[in-house]
Every structure is written in structure tokens, then in C-alpha cells.
């Protein structure tokens, strides 16, 4: 088993920053490409990003190409989700997910999941 744990959410004004923190334990993090996914309420879960285990390949949403950052420190255990230029229609629960396979995190499925983390945006 793998636990995900999430932090960093919060309420911050549109334009604003937040960064977003999910540490790893149980397994082996290098070996597992990791992701964020988002579910606004009354919505559906929403891929936002994803990395590869070694953190080369990385992969965004359309909606926050250019203002979200996805990063991993393996010696560290954690993934990162830098949020720059926040914007309403971000609010939602952030979770973070691993997966074996990359592809895997692009269709909502992962291995592992953290218990999310909210992120609120007022505009």
C-alpha cells in the first residue's frame, strides 16, 4: 500500500498562488508516475496534471497550461502542484493519485489516492 498525504490548500483571491504538496509513503515513489485531479462540486473529477515517475514527462490540462507547475522531489517522497493565476472556476477538491502506468492518471485511474485537499478561489 501507498498513503497520500495532501497539504497546502486554502483560500486565496483570483490572481493569487497556492502551492500544493502531496508526500508519499509505503511503496517505492519513484516507481510510480503521480498526478493531481480536482473535483468541483456538483462536478465531476477532472484531470489537472501529471508526471512521470522520474519527472520527465509531464502532462496538463488545457484549463491550466501555463499557470500550474507539476514537480517531484523523489528523495523526498513528494509531488508538487505550483498554482499560479488562480482563477474561480479553480476552486475545487484537490486530490493527488499514483499510478503505475502515466496513461493511467490521464483517465482518472489511479493506484493510490490522497484524501484531498480544498482549494477555494474568490474573485
Known amino acids: 500500500q501507498m498513503q497520500l498525504v495532501e497539504s497546502g490548500g486554502g483560500l486565496v483571491q483570483a490572481g493569487g498562488s497556492l502551492r500544493l504538496s502531496c508526500a508519499a509513503s509505503?511503496?517505492?515513489?519513484?516507481?510510480?508516475?503521480a498526478g493531481w485531479l480536482r473535483q468541483a462540486p456538483g462536478k465531476g473529477r477532472e484531470f489537472v496534471a501529471a508526471?512521470?515517475?522520474?519527472?520527465?514527462?509531464?502532462h496538463y490540462a488545457d484549463s491550466v497550461k501555463g499557470r500550474f507547475t507539476i514537480s517531484r522531489d523523489n528523495a523526498k517522497n513528494t509531488v508538487y502542484l505550483q498554482m499560479n493565476s488562480l482563477k474561480p472556476e479553480d476552486t475545487a477538491v484537490y486530490y493527488c493519485?499514483?499510478?503505475?502506468?502515466?496513461?493511467?492518471?490521464?483517465?482518472?485511474?489511479?493506484?493510490?489516492w490522497g484524501q484531498g485537499t480544498q482549494v477555494t478561489v474568490s474573485s
Open positions: 493519485a499514483t499510478a503505475q502506468a502515466y496513461s493511467a492518471l490521464l483517465r482518472l485511474v489511479g493506484d493510490y
Open positions: 509505503g511503496r517505492t515513489f519513484s516507481n510510480y508516475a
Open positions: 508526471g512521470s515517475g522520474s519527472g520527465g514527462n509531464t
